[in-house]
């Protein structure tokens, strides 16, 4: 006997026309505008006092923002500032980014100092992409190493003026992170 049969076959009242049942896995037409039931062991009722709207499910309870943490002190603010200013040695724009992102939400001084990180950053990998071309007439041979001196005087000036506590900016940079 085939699947299609056994789902045909007479009710136990004994009623030889019975519709047959649906293929496994797909859900009954239901008329329009009509709502469907809800899922078995699904919670009725409303949800618990303030709850936000949207599924609710027993045992759990409400989504909670993830608070930052403690502020840092003052001492791991200028170790997280340093470090932003000094990944341009190591990570290039990853490092400011990465710091701004988790740091930067417990203190503001690091925050200022990773965006400050991360827009210098991109300034020297445009004037080193920049020089590439610029090689062909040997122009961009004298603006590669300018970038590279640049970045690497100014990001270890800018990281002792960071741990010393000195909000610090550096020059000529456009702010693409403000």
Request: hydrophobic content about 45%.
């Amino acid at each position: 006997m085939t699947s299609d049969q056994s789902a045909q076959t007479p009710a136990p009242d004994g009623d030889p026309f019975v519709k047959p049942a649906p293929p496994s896995g797909s859900v009954p037409p239901q008329p329009s505008g009509s709502v469907p039931p809800p899922p078995v062991g699904a919670p009725s009722g409303p949800p618990p006092q303030g709850h936000p709207a949207g599924p609710w499910q027993p045992g759990y309870p409400p989504a909670q923002p993830v608070p930052p943490g403690p502020p840092l002190r003052p001492d791991e603010e200028r170790m997280w500032a340093l470090l932003g200013h000094l990944s341009f040695f190591v990570l290039s724009i990853l490092g400011p980014v990465v710091i701004m992102l988790t740091m930067g939400k417990r203190s503001e001084f690091v925050r200022r100092q990773a965006a400050e990180a991360l827009n210098f950053h991109l300034m020297v990998l445009i004037a080193v992409v920049v020089s590439f071309p610029l090689m062909l007439v040997l122009v961009g041979f004298l603006t590669f190493f300018a970038a590279l001196a640049a970045g690497t005087v100014l990001s270890v000036v800018a990281a002792l003026q960071a741990h010393n506590g000195v909000d610090y900016r550096y020059p000529f940079t456009y702010r693409f992170v403000k």
